[in-house]
């Protein structure tokens, strides 16, 4: 809407960057979900009598020659607050202005401006989802989303349709991206704004459920998903944070409901509480460097990590949610804290950066604040400090599916075993494994730590890293309050100019 103000041609540009748009860090699930919303997008833009122009290159080489090709004087985006994405729109914005360029950008991926939140936290990212709410209130409710453009609003609007923009500029095609699709199955989640409205209007049209949602009351090893599977269309802006809020705030109207931290607006806001730490604290996704992370002295083993990926770890709820996660690019939330648990402070000692990358990957919802919090949080690292609460790689999934339902659709090497061994198979004896037709150690895997010993030795690694950290900075009250911005960037004065 706002590139359409005193306008007379319109370009919709979706910049291919190889930076963010690499097969090495990019998965298979994730590209086949982010061409879908391309050409969902490019659908919507044509009942609009425009369409969408897909450019592959690196953004500060496309936009000069696009700037001139096409005569621009205007260009809006929308604010990415990824350190990444602030420096190359930085980079992008000076370009503009060397080419008389105009740059108008909205803060409209997150539910407030999160330059707000640590300006009303006394310049302070703020490290508990207690502080978060209470600056939240005071900020009130996040801005309703404005309605989508119409034909009304394009009348006077042309998006020239060249012959060379038509050939250059087209949504590619998995293939000519160079993915061997042969491996994809099913596509549970599709890519678009479309399937995300007809999905959130699905899940608020079961109104008890909504009211009555508590995330940790749902199941991670569910057959089908128990919570509304909307992250993947908010991380890609198929479905804005503003209209979800928005539209639950509706069916909450003159019902009793949950409340945040576990409700529905309180996973929101646990998004907007992870975006606003990763804007406030300085190297958010590495533990080097981040003065809110304890140093913990992790071990390299590329044989535990690569069992973890691979789902060959031989403890069977941990390998079918690493096998869900690598063939439809979604796991519950409390099957993430399960496998992130095991693979840092549980039982492999690995670095949660290690664990953060591949998620990035294989994630469809993958987002690089989230990514970087909940690892954090997960490996007791930051914000969560309960380091000795571990979850165990066996009971947990028994307490939702006793007979193994989940680890048997996703792991059918085990289907044959009796309830007793499926979330244990090497405890059975030979004759219940050959009549299963699945000898541990030949078919599957034997486990590759003895979790009950394992986890008991890393309580104390981690008590340790506590007691160092400690010593070291002597309780700093960081911690608890937060951490001091650092100068303001050119980014975040233009921003503070534009709000005059």
């Not at 690499?22 to 994730?30: A, E, L, M, Q, S």
């Not at 949080?377 to 999934?397: E, I, N």
């Not at 939702?400 to 996703?410: A, C, F, M, R, S």
Request: charged share 25%; aromatic share 12%; with cysteine.
């Amino acid at each position: 809407m706002a590139a359409l103000r005193d306008c007379k041609e319109l370009y919709p540009v979706f910049i291919l960057d190889p930076h963010l748009f690499d097969k090495k860090w990019v998965g298979i699930n994730r590209w086949r979900f982010l061409l879908g919303a391309l050409k969902d997008l490019d659908c919507s833009l044509r009942l609009l009598n425009s369409r969408l122009f897909v450019v592959r290159g690196k953004p500060e080489d496309m936009f000069p020659k696009l700037f001139t090709k096409w005569k621009i004087t205007k260009l809006t985006y929308e604010f990415d607050a990824e350190p990444y994405s602030v420096s190359r729109d930085q980079k992008v914005a000076a370009l503009a202005k060397e080419h008389g360029v105009e740059v108008v950008y909205k803060v409209s991926h997150t539910l407030y401006d999160t330059d707000r939140i640590i300006e009303e936290n006394n310049g302070k990212a703020p490290l508990t989802y207690n502080r978060m709410q209470v600056l939240v209130k005071t900020l009130g409710p996040p801005k309703k989303p404005i309605l989508a453009p119409t034909v009304e609003d394009m009348k006077d609007v042309k998006s020239p349709q060249l012959e060379d923009d038509a050939h250059n500029y087209p949504i590619p095609s998995m293939d000519e991206l160079g993915h061997d699709t042969s491996e994809l199955g099913e596509e549970p989640f599709p890519g678009g704004e479309q399937e995300a409205l007809r999905r959130l209007e699905e899940n608020m049209k079961k109104t008890g459920w909504v009211c009555s949602f508590e995330k940790p009351q749902t199941s991670p090893n569910s057959l089908s998903p128990s919570t509304t599977v909307l992250s993947p269309y908010v991380t890609f802006g198929c479905l804005s944070a503003r209209t979800f809020w928005w539209r639950l705030t509706e069916v909450y109207q003159g019902k009793k409901h949950s409340d945040p931290p576990v409700s529905l607006h309180g996973q929101l806001l646990w998004r907007e509480f992870f975006y606003t730490a990763s804007v406030g604290v300085p190297n958010f996704n590495k533990m080097e460097g981040n003065p809110v992370c304890t140093q913990v002295d992790w071990d390299t083993n590329h044989d535990y990590l690569t069992a973890w990926r691979e789902a060959r770890t031989g403890f069977p709820f941990i390998d079918a949610i690493m096998t869900q996660l690598r063939r439809e690019g979604w796991i519950h939330h409390l099957a993430r804290h399960a496998v992130a648990c095991f693979l840092t402070r549980g039982d492999l000692w690995i670095s949660w950066e290690e664990g953060q990358k591949v998620f990035e990957t294989l994630l469809l919802d993958g987002d690089w604040a989230l990514n970087a919090g909940n690892w954090q949080w997960l490996s007791a690292s930051t914000f969560f400090h309960q380091y000795f609460r571990v979850y165990s790689p066996v009971a947990f999934g028994k307490k939702t599916d006793k007979n193994g339902d989940y680890i048997k659709k996703y792991l059918p090497v085990l289907k044959k075993f009796p309830a007793q061994y499926i979330y244990e198979p090497w405890k059975a004896p030979g004759s219940v494994q050959k009549a299963a037709g699945c000898i541990v150690g030949k078919d599957y895997p034997r486990p590759i730590v003895e979790h009950e010993v394992i986890s008991k030795k890393n309580i104390q690694r981690m008590k340790l890293a506590y007691a160092k950290r400690s010593a070291d900075t002597d309780e700093s009250p960081s911690r608890k309050q937060g951490v001091k911005r650092k100068a303001p960037s050119v980014v975040d004065m233009l921003r503070k100019k534009g709000k005059k």
